[in-house]
């Protein structure tokens, strides 16, 4: 009669977890259709470039503050532009110098058809060369083994992805594997890509690793010195892609992702990351980034408000900027947009200053509120985006509804079993 039980509970427990299946990937874009540039229709806004990839952002890495607009919010697959996030956790959480030795985990991703290094069963490498073959190589077992050696296990660290990308804004983001590897449940959008990459740049660690260009993973006790040099063409000088001030970036594919690339580029301390998503060639990838870079160069200033800098259209004055001041963790945050478009923050100075406390500096209230500001102007920039988030919601209500239902249910069965052996 137990074992009867517990294949009753089994199966409830089997009914329960089809039906807590995430829903979200149903949303993913992959028709074909370009989506529209929503930034053209801000008034006297920089009329953006005509980018063929189908969906892109551009924004300004300082601020977060979006310069570039066309489908940003849609959920389209990564690819290997998921190792971003992947470098970031693994930069936050060990060390360069921890030795990482490779296990079934890892290996069993060493594939003809899959980015790799050929890494080898128990051989040792240190953390910072895992870090280097990520992203030069884009190698998926390296990445499978960092996720191991850093969570425990790779769902855990799957899971510190998701929760990571929750802390730093992204809306339309769920990672299913540290790789980006295809799995319908893996997808992300470009603005929630580039906030990524944003927080990224914040972290010296990973801005070394994005800056280099090649990198030589030393000998081994199972292989030789492994040389790597980058395929993103932004960042080869010998390429005719190449691009003055490109500081880093990541490339991905796959057949339903296509090409896709994370980049950023600075010049005279202006710094803006682009992302393009589902283009046919990496080369239009490129190409669209470019123009998206140009575009930011030639067509927006930087000015102080309050002792903060802001990238607005050329030619803005701080007069032009309308206000909004919220209350944020006991702090006034004074937000700042232009005909609607967010364009920065200031946080008001504290009303009650302690002298001998050091005031906060810029880089701190930006960790302090980053969450916030990227919700703001999620929320102010595609309302198309609310629409379709208002009905996922309503449609995991729906699954919540019908999983409570089949937990009393189980419950029930339970229940009448137990009386029927007694």
């Not at 009914?15 to 540039?37: C, D, E, H, R, W």
């Amino acid at each position: 009669m137990k074992k009867r039980i517990c294949q009753m509970a089994a199966l409830g427990s089997a009914l329960l977890l089809a039906f807590s299946a995430p829903v979200q990937a149903a949303a993913v874009t992959t028709n074909g259709t370009p989506a529209a540039v929503a930034t053209n229709n801000i008034q006297n806004w920089p009329a953006g470039p005509e980018t063929t990839s189908e969906a892109a952002v551009l924004i300004d890495a300082d601020t977060g503050a979006v310069l570039y607009d066309k489908g940003m919010n849609e959920c389209r697959y990564p690819a290997s532009t998921t190792k971003l996030m992947t470098i970031l956790l693994a930069t936050e959480n060990s060390s360069p110098r921890d030795i990482v030795t490779f296990t079934e985990t890892g290996i069993r991703d060493v594939t003809w058809d899959s980015s790799n290094i050929n890494a080898q069963l128990g051989e040792q490498m240190t953390m910072k060369d895992c870090w280097f073959a990520a992203y030069i190589k884009s190698a998926n077992e390296v990445c499978a083994q960092i996720a191991e050696y850093v969570g425990g296990s790779e769902a855990n660290f799957v899971d510190m992805m998701n929760q990571r990308a929750k802390e730093l804004g992204c809306t339309h983001t769920h990672f299913a594997n540290a790789s980006g590897l295809p799995d319908e449940n893996h997808y992300s959008s470009a603005l929630d890509l580039a906030k990524i990459m944003r927080a990224g740049l914040q972290n010296a660690r990973f801005r070394k690793v994005i800056e280099r260009v090649g990198y030589t993973i030393p000998a081994t006790n199972l292989s030789e010195s492994r040389p790597m040099h980058t395929h993103m063409p932004l960042m080869a000088k010998e390429s005719d892609l190449y691009y003055e001030g490109c500081i880093g970036g990541k490339t991905g594919f796959a057949n339903e992702a296509e090409h896709t690339l994370v980049v950023a580029a600075e010049r005279n301390g202006r710094t803006y990351i682009a992302v393009t998503m589902r283009a046919a060639d990496l080369g239009i990838n490129c190409t669209d980034s470019t123009a998206l870079f140009d575009y930011a160069f030639n067509n927006f200033d930087t000015i102080d408000v309050n002792g903060t800098k802001m990238t607005v259209p050329a030619g803005t004055t701080v007069n032009d900027l309308t206000t909004e001041s919220v209350d944020r963790n006991g702090k006034t945050m004074n937000r700042y947009y232009y005909n609607g478009q967010y364009v920065g923050y200031v946080v008001a100075a504290d009303p009650t200053p302690t002298p001998t406390e050091a005031p906060q500096n810029e880089e701190e209230a930006t960790a302090d509120i980053s969450t916030d500001q990227t919700a703001e102007q999620t929320e102010t920039a595609v309302q198309d985006s609310q629409t379709e988030t208002k009905g996922l919601s309503q449609t995991s209500k729906i699954l919540l509804g019908v999983m409570a239902g089949m937990g009393v249910l189980l419950i029930i069965l339970l229940i009448l079993l137990h009386r029927k052996n007694y």
